[in-house]
């Protein structure tokens, strides 16, 4: 099974449906676990994805520092 690869702005378009779902009134205990861990999933994809990004940034500022 391939492992599915998200764009940040899909990781970030998921997580906050996941936490308008949480945020819903009618809810239960058991459903309200399985949203966070799927959230707190794509919280880690979304970090993943911006650390990604820092980083090139700075390879990119140092080379142009190097000039």
Do not use: H, P
């Not at 998921?14 to 959230?39: D, H, K, P, T």
């Not at 500022?61 to 000039?67: H, Q, S, T, V």
Request: some cysteine; proline content about 0%.
């Amino acid at each position: 099974m391939a492992k599915e690869t998200k764009t940040l702005e899909q990781a970030m378009e998921e997580l906050n449906i996941v936490i308008g779902q949480l945020e819903g009134e009618e809810i239960g205990l058991e459903e309200s676990f399985r949203l966070y861990q799927e959230g707190m999933k794509l919280l880690k994809t979304c970090n993943a994805a911006i650390d990604k990004v820092e980083k090139k940034l700075i390879i990119l500022e140092e080379k142009e520092e190097r000039g």
